[in-house]
């Protein structure tokens, strides 16, 4: 199985009993870093295919839960990547896309490569995460389940 030169970003979230929105974080094992859920595809599979699998496999979501591809992307250099050689050398950078998952009524558990998962409103999984992709993947998911618009606030 080779990786494909993509990178998957997957952020699932909730909408509780009294309305309000959180947000699964989970933290890295190896690192300590809080993201999302994050991995490649393989072969020829597709981003929202590889995002579908990387949450099971991760999280145990069910690819049946809605998923909804953002708008936000961002490009990370491939050299950090096992399999990126066989990419070639005219490969400097890969994209990320980032996907919204509501699991609302299903349970979220965690992957040995995480050691904790926290629920958490937006304000505060955005000062938790390190990139700022995924704080900017955040920020659209956040607007788009309030039915906001890219210029007004978050709230």
Request: charged letters at 25%; aromatic letters at 10%.
């Amino acid at each position: 199985m080779a990786r494909a030169p993509f990178q998957i970003l997957v952020l699932p979230w909730r909408r509780r009993a009294d309305g309000r929105v959180e947000f699964a974080l989970f933290r890295r094992a190896d690192n300590g870093i809080w993201q999302w859920i994050a991995g490649g595809g393989e072969d020829d599979e597709l981003p929202l295919a590889a995002a579908k699998r990387e949450a099971f496999e991760e999280a145990g979501i069910p690819a049946e839960c809605p998923f909804l591809a953002l708008d936000a992307t961002a490009s990370i250099p491939a050299h950090g990547f096992s399999g990126s050689r066989g990419w070639g050398e005219s490969i400097y950078v890969i994209p990320e896309h980032a996907f919204g998952v509501d699991v609302s009524g299903h349970p979220v558990q965690i992957a040995q490569e995480h050691s904790e998962m926290r629920w958490l409103p937006y304000v505060d999984a955005a000062a938790l995460v390190r990139y700022d992709s995924n704080r900017i993947a955040l920020w659209e998911l956040n607007q788009r389940i309030h039915g906001l618009g890219a210029h007004d606030a978050p709230p």
